[in-house]
């Protein structure tokens, strides 16, 4: 199996399917990449508030794939935010996951409540970027006015932004503040993990008549053709499991091409129902916690 790469707006590549490892626990984190890498992942997203990365990268230093194969992406909490702090939580990420350099870093959210230290932690991620210790940098669950706020207060376009994107919940207002400003959009719940893990309105994406119709033809899985629906429209995506099948499955979407009606009616399912957090509601108070130094 092979993948297909994308394009940051600065001219690095990135693999267009990547492993997650949200919520995936720290003494099953190292075996879950480790397969990944088995298989032929060769993008792996983690995050500082995930605590995991050190799994992540014992993992990566023991699969025996060279360094310079693997796109390595990680995420600065929000409690790390401000200058100096963001400058620190790359300093802890780097040293868990046991890398000189980061492929991507970029904000985990936000932080409506406190838009200075926002600003100042990505002003960090310019000079970290500047200073050739990561490669790229974006965000994560900016919505439009973040974006515009936020670069009218800095220098770099973030490189890509990563939200909560699955048929049910398209964003298509982000997808197009993402677009004029040349980020790319990067799915996190690509299959909508999020509508069957956590109590909603709407059900399950994995349940949905006409992706499993879609399915059906295809002799794929529902999950094979979200993921595939996601790349045909040039969007980078994050599944995640800890099941080697799954693992193995969700890396399978080059085999097959979805129809232009199929793909037209996969975007026609958009509910507009977020079943993550809403970004304006992040504060420190209730969303903070200490990222470890080690």
């Keep these: 199996m092979s993948t297909t790469n994308l394009t940051l707006n600065n001219g690095v590549e990135l693999p267009s399917i990547g492993f997650g490892v949200y919520q995936s626990a720290p003494e099953e984190t190292a075996a879950a990449v480790a397969e990944a890498l088995r298989v032929?992942?060769?993008?792996?997203?983690?995050?500082?508030?995930?605590?995991?990365?050190?799994?992540?990268?014992?993992?990566?230093?023991?699969?025996?794939?060279?360094?310079d194969e693997i796109f390595v992406e990680t995420k600065v909490w929000i409690s790390d935010y401000g200058f100096d702090e963001t400058l620190h939580a790359f300093d802890k990420s780097a040293r868990k996951l046991g890398l000189e350099q980061l492929d991507l870093l970029i904000l985990h959210q936000p932080l409506p409540t406190d838009w200075e230290k926002t600003i100042g932690a990505y002003r960090a991620l310019e000079r970290l970027y500047a200073d050739g210790k990561v490669r790229a940098i974006g965000v994560s669950n900016f919505m439009p006015d973040h974006l515009d706020r936020m670069l009218d207060a800095t220098d770099i376009v973030p490189a890509l932004n990563q939200i909560e994107l699955h048929p049910y919940f398209q964003q298509k207002d982000v997808q197009e503040a993402d677009a004029r400003h040349g980020i790319l959009d990067q799915a996190w719940s690509p299959i909508g993990g999020i509508t069957f893990y956590r109590e909603g309105d709407g059900g399950s994406t994995l349940e949905d008549s006409t992706i499993r119709t879609i399915a059906d033809a295809h002799g794929k899985s529902p999950a094979q053709v979200m993921l595939r629906w996601h790349v045909q429209e040039g969007r980078s995506v994050i599944p995640k499991s800890v099941k080697p099948h799954r693992i193995a499955e969700n890396f399978d979407i080059f085999s097959f091409e979805?129809?232009?009606?199929?793909?037209?009616?996969?975007?026609?399912?958009?509910?507009?129902?977020?079943?993550?957090?809403?970004?304006?509601?992040?504060?420190?108070?209730?969303?903070?916690?200490?990222?470890?130094?080690?």
């Design 40 to 67: 032929g992942y060769r993008h792996i997203d983690t995050a500082a508030a995930y605590g995991n990365e050190r799994e992540v990268g014992q993992a990566i230093a023991a699969s025996g794939v060279p360094r």
């Design 258 to 294: 979805l129809t232009p009606d199929e793909v037209a009616q996969i975007d026609a399912l958009d509910k507009g129902v977020r079943r993550g957090p809403e970004p304006e509601s992040l504060t420190l108070e209730a969303y903070g916690m200490p990222i470890p130094e080690a």
